[in-house]
């Protein structure tokens, strides 16, 4: 089991150094690898627009002969901790050494794509068009995503290999994140003459408190996480900077947050005086795909085909099909068998790796079923 090709295939890309914005060697690996395969590959130009970055996202397609058209998508870059990585294997898992990450996220969804698209292209089976994505600077907020021209994707059906748990979990929708700004500029003067002040800490402590922290409801939550007041005490506060982060599955109730944010700083700037500058930066929307979609039942049937169990499931944190689903792409997110990513003790169960390849071929199969 652990010389299958796609075993060793995920312990070669391991091997080569990579980080967000340092995907160079390993996209060109992929690239190479799809070409041999027939695929027609590109990198886009987002490397430019992303501070220091030396690779594009790498979009690869395969004509069909059938109608139709199936994306796959997974990231090539991995979180910190990434160099050096030495996989081992400990009973039926890889694990790193543990002095690394194991980067099995996202290289295990990177692995199922190649491995599955080869047993495609060898099949010899009629099968739609294909699109691969591998995009870049993932894991430093969707960076390659965000600046991924979707309007190239033909696929209106998507699955992005990209989500801790075992095989069979089928992720239909995750949260939307903004971030949210705050500034208020008071008055300074002697703490002995308030009167003469105009407090910003003040200022800022009634806009957060007219406003909600922590779970809003079922699907919102927000974490006010930052407050500075550089002021000493003998002195009323002239400036206060805080930030937050707001999530949620619900777009429109994120969209009421960050509106009643921008109103509640409004009011309390006219009732204090204070000046105070609201900004909010949507990283990116929350998405869900319905149960009964054609992308949730095709992953259910093609997991069904390799007698295991599908769990759709919602997700909490943001990934590519966040992004994505923007352009009215059916997506979800589909677990490769990996757990604790970002740290040391990075697992990732080898028959779910090897799974994956064989339900990325049959996804592509049975497209032309549905
Ligand atoms: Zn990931």
């Known amino acids: 089991m652990n010389n299958t090709p796609i075993v060793e295939e995920f312990i070669r890309m391991a091997k080569i150094d990579t980080a967000s914005r340092q995907e160079r060697e390993l996209a060109d690996y992929v690239k190479g690898e799809l070409a041999a395969m027939g695929f027609t590959v590109t990198e886009d130009g987002a490397a430019k627009h992303i501070e220091g970055a030396t690779t594009g996202n790498v979009l690869a397609v395969l004509e069909g002969q059938l109608d139709g058209s199936i994306l796959f998508c997974a990231h090539l870059d991995r979180v910190q901790n990434g160099l050096g990585i030495q996989p081992r294997f400990e009973g039926d898992n890889l694990v790193s050494d543990g002095t690394t990450i194991l980067a099995a996220d996202d290289l295990s969804g990177v692995a ?25 600077c993932e894991e430093i907020g969707l960076r390659g995503s965000y600046h991924f021209d979707t309007s190239v ?14 095989i069979g979990r089928i992720l239909r929708s995750a949260m939307g994140k903004a971030q949210l700004f705050l500034e208020v500029y008071g008055e300074e003067a002697h703490a002995a003459y308030p009167e003469r002040g105009k407090s910003a800490l003040n200022a800022a402590v009634k806009v957060l408190s007219h406003i909600e922290d922590g779970r809003v409801d079922e699907a ?26 707001a999530m949620s599955r619900d777009n429109d109730k994120l969209a009421a947050y960050i509106k009643k944010f921008h109103t509640v700083a409004a009011q309390v700037a006219q009732e204090t005086g204070c000046r105070i500058e609201t900004k909010d930066i949507l990283d990116y929307p929350a998405f869900l795909t319905r149960d009964s979609s054609d992308c949730v039942r095709l992953a259910q ?59 990325v071929t049959n996804i592509a199969l049975e497209y032309a079923k549905l």
């Not at 994707?153 to 075992?166: A, E, F, H, T």
């Not at 500075?228 to 005490?233: I, L, M, R």
């Not at 390799?306 to 759709?312: D, G, H, I, N, T």
Request: net charge neutral; aromatic share 6%.
């Open 112 to 136: 199922a794509v190649l491995d599955g698209m080869r047993r495609l292209v060898r099949s010899g089976e009629k099968h739609p068009r294909i699109e691969v994505l591998f995009s870049v």
């Open 153 to 166: 994707i033909q696929s209106r059906i998507g699955y992005v290999l990209d989500s801790p748990g075992r």
């Open 220 to 245: 919102t939550v927000i974490n006010w996480s930052y407050l500075n007041s550089p002021t000493p005490c003998n002195t009323i506060p002239g400036h206060v900077e805080a930030k937050a982060f």
């Open 301 to 359: 049937r093609a997991l069904g085909q390799m007698k295991l169990r599908a769990s759709v499931e919602d997700g909490a944190g943001g990934f590519d099909a966040n992004l994505l689903s923007r352009a009215g792409i059916e997506l979800v997110g589909l677990s490769t068998g990996y757990s604790g990513n970002h740290t040391v003790k990075e697992t990732l169960v080898v028959e779910d790796l090897i799974q994956s390849g064989c339900l």
